[in-house]
């Protein structure tokens, strides 16, 4: 297993700027996830963030409005940029531990955008 | 591809009866399957999977989901729920071939009436 922590748990931020989240793990792991959960709807993966590589955006997220920064095996960093309303969101970082992609979750961080 | 579909967004039940929360999967390969569970203001937490073996997949706390590969079903299962259930619960699968990221249903909501 894994323990996971996220900063800041909550942000009420303004349009067209931008709020860098982190997210902290008790131990190294090789794989990051960071998802979108938005009210009433299921998660949304946005992005992998392997160490030492580039992270891997799925469709529909682009690195110049999600920025990821992957330091080490323990630590990463999603930016959201130039904020919008509909940007706001629970953001999730997990990791997966094992073979079986089972994955741990950080608590969230509640954003939103006026 | 992968996809999960959970046929109840919400489930109201009184407490101590039972209840089933529906998951059906779709996969052109072998996968893995996991039950995640979000208490109110918290992160998900990985309540059961499937991996391989029996078919029949317990958690700590009285919760069981059974894989049905012809049914392409994972429904979970409790024969006497607690106020402490009160949560919304994620249905998830991901495919065994290679590195393939998890797929989330969007949830279904377990409200236990007193």
């Known amino acids: 297993s894994a323990v996971i922590s996220q900063k800041p748990s909550r942000d009420i931020c303004q349009r067209g700027t931008s709020l860098t989240i982190q997210c902290q793990v008790d131990s190294q792991v090789t794989m990051m996830f960071w998802y979108r959960q938005q009210p009433g709807q299921s998660l949304t993966l946005i992005a992998t963030a392997n160490q030492g590589s580039e992270a891997t955006y799925e469709s529909g997220f682009v690195i110049d409005k999600f920025p990821i920064s992957r330091p080490n095996l323990t630590f990463s960093t999603l930016t959201v940029s130039n904020m919008s309303p509909e940007d706001s969101s629970i953001y999730l970082c997990?990791?997966?531990?094992?073979?079986?992609?089972?994955?741990?979750f950080g608590p969230g961080t509640r954003l939103t955008v006026t | 591809a992968q996809s999960v579909t959970q046929l109840d967004s919400q489930v109201p039940v009184f407490e101590e009866a039972p209840v089933e929360l529906r998951c059906n999967y779709s996969s052109s390969v072998s996968v893995y399957l996991f039950w995640y569970v979000q208490y109110p203001n918290q992160g998900l937490q990985l309540l059961l999977k499937?991996?391989?073996?029996?078919?029949l997949v317990e958690s700590i706390n009285g919760f069981e989901a059974e894989f049905n590969k012809s049914q392409t079903s994972f429904h979970l299962r409790k024969p006497s729920v607690h106020i402490s259930d009160t949560a919304e619960y994620f249905c998830a699968v991901s495919e065994r071939r290679g590195y393939q990221k998890v797929t989330f249903g969007i949830g279904t909501k377990l409200q236990v009436i007193p």
């Open positions: 997990s990791v997966e531990t094992g073979a079986s992609h089972e994955q741990y």
């Open positions: 499937y991996l391989s073996g029996s078919t």
